[in-house]
């Protein structure tokens, strides 16, 4: 397991109309179903942008953003299947099969039961 800094760069949320960058503490496995990936690229898209715009209420302040990136994978909890450490790995807006036609087929968006928020990471074929 790569060790793991005490600090990191990450864009958050202070309040309304106002994004920094700044240091924040490095999350730590708390669970043993946990991971961590180190981003390597990172993207803001329009979910991030409501509550900048205060057209979504309810965000703490401080909040990270940027929930569609890709990265490598740092750590992991005993719990952890599917994912080894130094995989490279996406958090995309949409979750998706990763086997049916569309998904092989390079088009995971036409996914007939994706979900969306980026709360799916997926390993980069190879």
Excluded: W
């Amino acid at each position: 397991m790569e060790q793991l800094p005490e600090n990191m760069q990450a864009l958050v949320l202070a309040n309304e109309e106002r994004i920094l960058y700044t240091t924040v503490p490095c999350p730590r496995l708390i669970h043993s179903g946990d991971a961590i990936v180190r981003v390597t690229s990172c993207s803001i898209c329009g979910s991030d942008l409501h509550p900048y715009h205060g057209r979504e209420k309810g965000i703490a302040p401080n909040t990270i953003v940027g929930h569609e990136f890709v990265g490598i994978v740092v750590a992991k909890g005993p719990e952890v299947t599917g994912f080894e450490l130094g995989d490279r790995v996406a958090s995309p807006f949409t979750s998706c099969c990763g086997s049916c036609f569309f998904c092989c087929k390079g088009a995971p968006c036409r996914y007939h039961r994706r979900s969306e928020r980026g709360s799916r990471v997926v390993r980069r074929s190879t």
